[in-house]
């Protein structure tokens, strides 16, 4: 299996390297100390470091069905599944079908290609459009595949969004074929303006939707969950405990903890917001200033601008950018045909603002060379 | 995929059931107050919350390799992956080995068990004698799968541990078929006497060794290890990454910052073999006292002490102490071919002293009328 070329550069920089390319939050903006006095709390008690269950803590379990509730989904306890991370959600849901065929966006998140092939599931990729993805190239692939997985929020890693209108065309295509849609919505919360309707909202019965705390409270954490009907979700639960046994408890308890104080991590949710979107335009304004030649689409949320830099090798130029310590990832990356474009995934959450101005004035003067 | 019933009793008990069952540590014996402020160290730097390393961070990977260097067996941090626990340690490398046939003893660890199903590996079972597997057994299989999964110290569920002399012979015979082992070791530590010698150490290229925190720290923290050749690791990699991208980073930096006072951990360390001593002699004696007719081995460390009740179906007799509200497992879930048997695993860690003598009186009493 190929290794993820985003998580090898991971390995492969060093503390001079500006990175645009891991789908890192921005650090400074964890809530570190009220986690903090949270980590105290919890470890007051024996009982937070013993073994526990396989499908996460009750009161976790709890607050995140209440989220649901809150957004108009009704949600019990009994609907979640804590995972380490959401990227273990995949991993679990694509162990179960195994075999099958799953129709995607093209381009998708690597790391679910790489789930995908681990688990020996084929991919059928239907181009994402700037709302959504191709309607017809969806209808016609979900009669074949009956199995889907989606990013409709700020999607991995085009940043784009699914309109009002193809949110519900797709849903009523998922019921009518009577398929699974996996809904993926790491970066739902960090939405500049609004927030997007879940796809599974309208499907209950047909979806697992799949959030996590990792970009908003921090991603060491590894608190993912899956949202599905127990119908769905009960088979899943041996696979889990055959995986790990259960999710970190400490994190569990910490997380669950931190979330007694629902009004502070509300406020630390706008924080977010309203950081990532200055980061974002700032990051615009010096894309437009150095790489004038890069079309893009404004993202409404999320971590990534997505766009291509014609006739381009992106593949070789990320290459000749690695010398000079700066890196980006290839568009190339996120096709499962490993085809060669001239596409590039910006990550603007991660870098200071110093250094967007930097590393995006290097990559401009190597381009000149290139 | 069937559960397991231990995890499912987990589920199902209350707080008044005494519990034989679970592989509980005692967890009066955690080191709750070091970790907390491990956790006030660690949760002082934004970067422990970040995105880590598919293979664990470095400086634990150090300290782990520097374990195995201090026993004589030459070890480096590339030599080491941190896991979510040796659970999912044995099954990453399951997964890459799926579809092989693999040689285990019998009875074995049910969660090995399930995850070798899981990644449809067909298990070939020799029996366990009191000094180890049965030699003849392991010369012949091992022949024919190449592949071997064994647990010397302190077995579960039998509480066995292996000779010198079948560890020496176990070695020779991976060497001579060019086979692999994976010893696991999660309760290598939990020695009454003596320390026994890893098989891994004198073929350090054709084994995967198995370590965890669980049982020495708490369970919650879910960090086990691989210890293998680089070889051997390296294709380990890319599953480890699909699968959760990588451990749990707070846990992994709260254990590293706990392992900087390394004469501390000895200390805990020897309390916990103490303690456990402690509560197994008086488990034996209560059980001697209780259940006259059960026989068994004593164990020279680790968890359990495993036996028979001679022509008792176990697996229906502990529907009755459910009910009674005192728990253990029958032997019959350690068996791959689900076999119905007359043996027990008790755990004599997890349950105060207490309740020891209470719910083997409860047993006793149970079992008078069953």
Not at 114 to 136: A, H, M, R, T
Request: hydrophobic share 35%; net charge neutral.
């Amino acid at each position: 299996m190929k290794r993820s070329f985003i998580r090898e550069i991971l390995e492969h920089t060093n503390n001079n390297t500006i990175s645009f390319a891991g789908g890192l939050p921005d650090q400074s903006l964890f809530p570190t100390a009220d986690l903090q006095q949270s980590a105290n709390r919890v470890l007051k008690h024996n009982a937070t470091l013993q073994y526990t269950k396989s499908t996460g803590i009750d009161s976790l379990k709890e607050k995140i069905a209440q989220f649901y509730c809150e957004e108009g989904f009704p949600t019990k306890p009994d609907n979640i599944m804590i995972t380490s991370g959401s990227q273990q959600a995949l991993d679990i849901i694509s162990r179960y079908n195994n075999n099958k065929t799953i129709t995607i966006e093209s381009p998708s998140y690597l790391g679910a290609i790489n789930v995908f092939n681990l688990n020996n599931i084929k991919q059928k990729s239907i181009i994402l459009e700037d709302d959504g993805i191709n309607l017809k190239g969806f209808k016609s692939s979900i009669k074949d595949t009956k199995f889907s997985y989606l990013i409709p929020d700020f999607q991995n890693p085009t940043g784009k969004t699914y309109s009002k209108e193809k949110r519900e065309q797709i849903a009523t295509m998922i019921k009518e074929n009577d398929a699974i849609l996996i809904e993926d919505s790491p970066y739902s919360e960090l939405y500049f303006d609004t927030r997007n309707t879940m796809i599974s909202s309208t499907i209950p019965n047909n979806s697992f939707h799949l959030g996590s705390f990792s970009k908003t409270l921090a991603p060491s954490l590894r608190i993912g969950w899956i949202r599905a009907s127990k119908e769905l979700l009960e088979p899943l639960i041996s696979y889990k405990e055959a995986m790990d046994l259960h999710t970190n408890g400490l994190s569990q308890y910490i997380v669950d903890d931190y979330l007694n104080d629902m009004d502070k991590y509300k406020r630390h949710l706008e924080v977010i917001r309203e950081q990532y979107k200055i980061k974002m335009l700032i990051f615009k304004e010096q894309l437009d200033h150095y790489l004038p030649t890069f079309e893009y689409c404004e993202p409404k949320g999320g971590m990534f601008i997505y766009g291509k830099l014609p006739n381009i090798d992106t593949s070789s130029f990320i290459r000749e950018c690695l010398k000079h310590e700066v890196i980006f990832v290839p568009g190339s990356e996120f096709y499962s045909d490993d085809s060669v474009s001239d596409e590039i995934r910006f990550n603007f959450t991660h870098t200071s603002i110093q250094d967007i101005k930097k590393g995006l004035a290097k990559i401009a003067k190597i381009l000149k060379t290139f």
